[in-house]
């Protein structure tokens, strides 16, 4: 887990990326649940929406990805649903950033 990042209490990850880069950040909204890939609704208003940036790349890029229902109960219930979630999040941002 060492890859993984805090954000500083009051800011949000989109400040943290701009002054690290000095560089327009990329965001990506999904309309998609990253981790289980259904579609969501427009008017869908989701409860967890999953951050991701990655400092590795050639361009800061900030990825949103809102859980569907079913994804955001597992992440709230903590513990291995909740890594579950997280893990298969993380999947589908490493295939996206691959593109
Ligand atoms: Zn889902």
């Not at 903590?78 to 979630?85: A, C, E, F, L, Q």
Request: net charge positive; proline share 7%; aromatic share 12%.
């Amino acid at each position: 887990m060492s890859e993984y990042e805090k954000v500083p209490r009051g800011k949000t990850l989109l400040e943290v990326l701009e002054e690290k880069h000095k560089l327009p950040v990329t965001i990506f909204k999904y309309t998609i649940c990253a981790p289980c890939l259904k579609p969501l609704s427009r008017t869908f208003r989701p409860s967890v929406v999953l951050q991701a940036a990655r400092d590795n790349w050639r361009l800061p890029a900030l990825f949103f990805c809102p859980l569907c229902k079913t994804c955001a109960a597992k992440y709230h219930r903590g513990g291995r649903n909740k890594s579950t979630v997280v893990n298969a999040f993380w999947e589908f941002i490493e295939k996206e950033a691959a593109q």
